[in-house]
Structures are given as C-alpha cells and as structure tokens.
C-alpha cells in the first residue's frame, strides 16, 4: 500500500502563487512517476503535471511556463510549483502514483484564487 498525502493549497489572489506538496509513505519502492490532477466542479478530473521517475516532465497547454512539478528523492516528496495563478486555476488538486499496477491517490487540497 502507498499512502499520498497532499498540502500546501489555500486562498490566493490573482497573480500569486501556492506550493503543494505531496509526500509518500507506505510501500514505496518503484513507485514511478507522481502526477498532479485538479478537479473543478461538474468537470473531468484533469492532468495539469506529472513528473517521470527520471525527472521527465510533462504539463498541460494551460499551466505551461507557470507550473513547475519537481521532486525531493530524500524526502519522498513532491511539489507542485504554481505560479501566476488564475481563478481558472481553482480547483481540488489531487497527486496520483502507481505502483503494481495499482493507482493511488491523496486525499486533494483545495486551491482557490480570487480575482
């Protein structure tokens, strides 16, 4: 079992910017890459970044040049770097791994930025 738990996210005005954090415990070894999904209301669940277990990373048109998706090996940790934030950006943030074949998801952190 892997257990992801999210933080960091918050209330933001137009502009600003959060920092979310996702950190792993449990049985961890191999996990691979860690994605960040955000969810709005009566929307899909949507992939925004991911992060490869090489360091490769991956973003969505809309957070391109603003997110940033890293990682601290030491700390079994993850971020979510966000950056000139917009109320489009409003949602619940989500990280996702896999490992054996099984998806594993933290519980979200709600974001929410005020024009």
């Known amino acids: 079992q892997v257990q992801l738990v999210e933080s960091g996210g918050g209330l933001v005005q137009a502009g600003g910017s959060l920092r979310l954090s996702c950190t792993a415990s449990g049985v961890i070894f191999s996990i691979g890459g860690v994605n960040w999904y955000r969810q709005t209301p009566g929307k899909q669940r949507e992939l925004v970044g991911s992060?490869?277990?090489?360091?490769?990373?991956n973003y969505v048109d809309s957070v391109k040049g603003r997110f940033t998706v890293s990682r601290d090996g030491g700390k079994n940790t993850w971020f979510l770097q966000m950056t000139r934030l917009t109320p489009s950006d409003t949602g619940v943030y989500y990280c996702?791994?896999?490992?054996?074949?099984?998806?594993?998801w933290g519980q979200g952190t709600q974001v929410t930025v005020s024009s």
């Open positions: 996702n791994t896999w490992r054996a074949g099984s998806a594993y």
């Open positions: 992060i490869s277990s090489v360091g490769t990373t």
